[in-house]
């Protein structure tokens, strides 16, 4: 069943429609629950994705790590299954089910063939309403977790985020580990993991997106079988706006790797800014498009000084970043980090050339339609387009929206988010010709 759920996948790549002819239905359950619909029966396949916004955002101090955990555990046994029964449920029937925390929210994706759509909306429905939390499965997903942990810790590139995250936002959820702390993990209960869902899943933060073989009266009844039972409203406290701390600091956490592992970033637009598409722009020739970046060419195809450099935007609910990274060797570390941020400077000062432009447009509306290749692929970029608030008719809309950027538009935005001066840095490894403004001895 699993090898013919694949091929569906995968036969399903040519009949899809582009971004450009898209039809998304609005949908209203007979309970009044909301989603968006790409109705397609070419390919006998249903992809539903949902998230409750601000859900697993705040978990309760001393007890970092609950909504993660939560995640790990929603299909370790539900209703009436034991965790192995429910699990074979799940594979005998080829239906995929999952669930994910993250800094803005807590969210879940089910996908399944149209014949077995009944019995994968029920477990779906039970994960969420009914889970176990058996303690057998708290330790064992609990000890999978602290494992991902230890071993990150030894990551130079993990470490470099760590530190980057706890420095620009301190005393905020965004400044924390999402997964917890070796000392946190040990404190959760199954008892606390009831209050989460309870506290957390409610009607009220509900954003949903399918895609597939289902007719806009079925998928109602499916929301109403799903969500149906969930709370109207929920108490869970509300994550506030933050403004990035850290600005015009380079850190350094020495270890002894043979390379440097560089991070640096200054806050950027969120997706509802009117300058989003101009920063996409920007951002692209910056080091968002891969060898033809200004920061690959600079730094890596002149010089050779690393194997890979980048940057890219990073929009969240109550903040957003402008972000870049590399690694290179330690010898050559300063004179890496100095063109880096060269190439930030002369972006804020000039801003593109013409051809950067019009190659930067044509990549971003051309390539854009490979990312609904899959129903799963089309149920994640609606999910994401509706919490955007962006407009049911976005993904006809998208190009025109990138081709309207003007070089004033680069000019002004360059201006606005690029300051190296202001640059948060942290750097990991024993790189030479840098100057940290603090080092942090064994820290992470």
């Known amino acids: ?80 299954y034991d965790s192995q029964t429910f699990q074979a449920r799940l594979q005998d029937k080829a239906i995929a089910l999952g669930f994910e925390s993250g800094r803005d929210g807590f969210g879940g994706s089910m996908r399944t063939l149209a014949d077995n759509r009944d019995e994968a909306l029920e477990l779906t429905r039970l994960a969420l309403t009914e889970p176990h939390f058996a303690p057998e499965a708290l330790d064992r997903m609990r000890a999978s977790v602290m494992a991902s942990l230890r071993r990150d810790l030894a990551d130079p590139n993990y470490v470099a985020r760590r530190q980057f995250y706890a420095t620009a936002f301190p005393d905020h959820p965004y400044g924390g580990e999402s997964r917890g702390s070796l000392e946190s993990l040990p404190a959760i209960t199954p008892d606390d993991l009831r209050a989460f869902v309870k506290g957390q899943f409610g009607r009220d933060r509900l954003v949903v997106a399918a895609t597939g073989d289902i007719s806009p009266e079925d998928l109602g009844k499916a929301l109403d079988t799903v969500f149906g039972g969930l709370p109207a409203k929920t108490e869970a406290k509300p994550i506030p706006d933050v403004t990035m701390s850290g600005l015009g600091q380079t850190i350094l956490l020495p270890r002894p790797t043979a390379q440097t592992v560089m991070l640096m970033g200054q806050p950027g637009v969120k997706r509802d800014d009117p300058d989003w598409y101009a920063a996409t722009v920007m951002n692209y020739v910056l080091g968002g498009g891969g060898f033809g970046s200004r920061l690959m060419e600079e730094v890596r195809e002149k010089r050779g000084l690393s194997y890979g450099v980048y940057s890219y935007l990073i929009p969240m609910d109550h903040t957003a970043l402008v972000m870049a990274g590399g690694s290179t060797v330690n010898a050559k570390a300063g004179q890496a980090l100095d063109i880096m941020r060269q190439e930030w400077a002369r972006m804020a000062k000039d801003g593109l050339t013409d051809q950067e432009m019009a190659d930067a447009k044509t990549y971003l509306t051309g390539s854009f339609p490979l990312q609904l290749g899959s129903t799963q692929a089309i149920a994640r970029i609606l999910l994401q387009v509706k919490r955007d608030k962006l407009g049911i008719d976005y993904l006809n809309q998208r190009d025109g929206y990138i081709n309207a950027v003007s070089q004033e538009d680069i000019k002004r935005v360059a201006r606005r988010l690029l300051d190296p001066s202001k640059l948060l840095t942290v750097l990991v490894g024993k790189p030479e010709g840098v100057t940290p403004t603090r080092t942090i001895e064994g820290g992470s």
Not at 4 to 28: E, N
Not at 29 to 48: F, M, N, Q, T, Y
Not at 51 to 79: C, H, Q, R, Y
């Open 1 to 80: 069943m699993r090898v013919g759920l694949a091929a569906v996948f995968v036969t399903a790549l040519a009949f899809l429609s582009p971004a450009q002819a898209m039809d998304i239905k609005r949908v209203v359950s007979p309970g009044g629950i909301e989603a968006w619909l790409v109705e397609d029966h070419k390919v006998p396949v249903l992809a539903l994705e949902w998230v409750f916004e601000g859900a697993g955002g705040t978990d309760p101090k001393g007890k970092e790590g609950l909504a993660n955990i939560a995640s790990t555990m929603l299909d370790e046994g539900a209703g009436p």
